[in-house]
């Protein structure tokens, strides 16, 4: 794997809005975890806060929970641009990003555009259950009525262990219809060859995608690695073993998982 020889940016006192908590100090590196369509930072309460020395980093986007009041972003590209900026001065050690479905757009873009800087970028960007850029758009979701993305919301937020009340997921469904309108839109067709290495997940009990539709990630990097974890589509949101596994070894290569990797969740806010 390839990284920029530039240093990152000292960390500023006060962190940023696009982070749920502040980036410890004492990590060896840092897992940083982008939400897909609809939901925010909260999607990753079950994970642990580390895994090991490896720190688990929830990105929250604008107009949603704690950000609900700020104007979306837009385009992938525009987010990317903002979240470059933000994460810039926590690539001061080794990085992953992660990112589920159209999660994985953002974490890619926001890769893409650091290494368009010249700066730090991830080690890896893992992909979970996405295509390529150049086969988007593709999500089953652009095509739901109103009423199955309110079922699909309702399944995911019992999935996180909440309670899917109506008001919640109308509020749900206004970020998710400007979501969708970012993925509707995403699209980009000239691959080029990038600075960090690329994981491309699939799940052995999902059925929404087949492991030869994310064959197009092997245009974008040199270093091309397709893996299958057991369990279905919402498998991650409990961070499998398997999965936090993986992250650990993408991030701190050849170090040892510690027998006890796996702290309990710690949330913050803003």
Known sequence: MTASAHAAPTAPAKFPRSLLRKPSDDAAARVFCFPYSGVGASMFNRWPRMIGDVEICPVQLPARENRFREAHYGTYQDLAK???DELLPYLDRPAVFFGHCAGSLPAFETALRLAELGGPVPREVVVSAQVAPQDCPKDRFLDMTDEALGAELSELVVARGGEAH???IELTLHVLHQDLDANRVYHRPEPVRLPFAVTALTWSEDPEIEPAELTGWQEWSEQVTFTELPGAHYA???????????LHSLALPGAPLPAVAVSSPAEGHH
Request: proline share 12%.
């Open 82 to 84: 903002n979240l470059a």
């Open 166 to 168: 109506p008001m919640l």
């Open 236 to 246: 991650f949101l409990n961070a499998p073993a398997e999965l936090t596994r993986l």
